[in-house]
């Protein structure tokens, strides 16, 4: 077989820049629009420059506004000015979701030191760690808590609170990112006390904002005229309609142009951005369930219809007789039921039910099903050919199993 990637090493006429600089995790030295919230930032963070005590700040707005591309600009300029008296520490808490998590990635951040396990050791000595390393640094901390809301949900407020305390103990802030706007109603009081945070808001772009954007972020990367003025117009215009949403403007143009390349087209239209949505937005349960052999969509949908009739739990006695049901209906053959069970298997890896085995007493034990979104999957299984006649099967319960079910 041929090297499929030699058709694409080519050189393009079109690419004057790094396309990198169209992802939308990117993080560009200026960001149009966001200078106020920039300037603001600045101001707070500006006492570290004279030895001072830099306030908490918490950054609120929607998905795509800019917060975490501004925090990482301007905490760049400040490790540009300052030098090494500031350290600073970038913490995404989708991933590092505890004050442990968190304090273990900071002590293993300092180059040169030895490197502590992530599990195992007590929390004190690995506090007593990053205190000594700080310190020993004469260091100002400076913590980028992004999804800060992430500790509160798991953890409460004692995640924050112990990070707090080492802000105290040594000198430094925190950079909290979030989009919760009651955030600092959820911290108990003892948090809220010591957090005493400055508020920026970071309002939705508008589609002139996003225009302006996009611009920014083609100017040198793209050779002018291969994109439509119309197709940058409907990137923003779409954008706009999902809260102002940058990082959906810049992924939708960035997949259009990647299509345009591939394919040789000469430029960018509506048509490829329309194509670039279609595909950003994938329906991904629709497509699993257009996807399922005929046998799996007579099987969930047995499974639906069976819990439809009484109850949200189905047995697999009952979805078995139900497809059997299904299959005379259609006109197929049933398959086995040890066939069927490999097939249920399949679709609770799929994540399209949820199956748990319960003991019965003395009916002994079985399975039982859940279909987790079963009225957008019923409509999804009726849409293919084979079931453009079906009226809807006779529904067998095994009402001696119904007693007693608890919610899966």
Known sequence: MDNPFIKYSRSDDYIIGNLKTLSSSYIPDNLPHREQQIELMARSLSSIMHGGIASNILLYGQSGSGKTSSAINVTNMLRSAAGDRVSIHYINCEIYDSHYSIMV??????????????????????????????????????????????????????SLYVILKLLGDTEGSI????????????????????L??????????????????????????????????????????????????????????????????????????????????????????????????????????????????????????????????????????????????DLMSSLDDLGLIVTTTRSMGRYGRTKLIKVSQPVAI?????????FKNFQGSRIVRQSKLRTNYDDI
Do not use: W
Not at 175 to 194: A, E, H, P, Q, Y
């Open 378 to 386: 019923k409509n999804y299984i009726l849409e293919d050919e084979n």
């Open 175 to 194: 950079i909290g990112i979030t989009n919760d706007s009651s955030f600092i109603n959820k911290l108990d009081m003892r948090v809220r006390s010591r």
């Open 105 to 158: 990635h900071m002590v293993n951040s300092f180059i040169g030191e030895e490197q502590i396990p992530n599990l195992g050791l007590p929390f004190d000595r690995i506090y007593y760690e990053l205190v000594k390393r700080i310190k020993s640094r004469n260091l100002y901390t400076l913590i980028i808590l992004d999804e800060i809301d992430r500790l509160l949900s798991k953890n409460g407020s004692d």
């Open 196 to 341: 005493n945070a400055e508020s920026i808001i970071f309002t939705p772009y508008n589609a002139d904002e996003l225009r302006d954007i996009l611009k920014f972020r083609i100017n040198g990367v793209i050779k002018n005229g291969f994109i439509e003025d119309s197709a940058i117009n409907l990137c923003a215009a779409i954008g706009a309609q999902e809260h102002g949403d940058a990082r959906k403007a810049i992924e939708l143009l960035r997949i259009a142009i990647e299509y345009c390349i591939r394919e040789n087209r000469e430029r960018v239209t509506i048509d490829d951005i329309y194509m670039a949505r279609e595909r950003f937005e994938m329906n991904i349960l629709k497509e699993s369930v257009k996807t399922l052999p005929i046998h799996s969509k007579m099987v969930l949908l047995s499974a639906i219809l069976t819990q439809e009739v009484s109850s949200d739990i189905a047995v697999t006695g009952e979805i078995y007789e139900n497809y059997k049901n299904i299959c005379a209906e259609i006109g197929l053959q049933p398959l086995s039921t040890r066939r069927i069970s």
